[in-house]
């Protein structure tokens, strides 16, 4: 029965490393906090890597009950951005630990 030899260790070796980093990187952008903001810093949205939302700041100035539509609109625009650069920084920090290659399942 084939046991595989120094280059099947030194491969799984590579991979046990690499599966170690991943998690690690995880925890890592888990932890990190991403804001964005829309209408001039009127509406901020703050989230983490895992796509939790940790606040939601309102200027009161925005707020009126004559136009609670462009405050919505504010607050979409908010999220849509927060998103946008959790997506990109975990495609970042992952990409740099596959050397680019695209895993399914990561993020």
């Known amino acids: 029965m084939y046991q595989g030899g120094p280059n099947m260790k030194d491969l799984m070796r590579k991979a046990q490393k690499m599966q170690q980093d991943m998690m690690k990187a995880q925890e890592e952008l888990a932890n ?7 209408g001039g810093g009127m509406v901020k949205v ?3 890597g895992k796509y939790e939302v ?8 925005v707020v009126d009950p004559e136009d609670v539509e462009m405050l919505e609109d504010l607050i979409v625009a908010a999220f849509k951005e927060a998103l946008e650069k959790v997506s990109k920084t975990n495609e970042d920090s992952m990409s740099k630990l596959t050397g680019g290659m695209k895993i399914p399942g990561l993020f």
Not at 32 to 38: F, G, K, L, P, Y
Not at 54 to 61: H, M, N
Request: no cysteine; glycine share 0%; hydrophobic share 40%.
């Open 32 to 38: 990190q906090i991403v804001e964005a903001q829309a």
């Open 46 to 48: 703050e989230i983490n």
């Open 54 to 61: 940790k606040s939601l700041k309102i200027d009161p100035e």
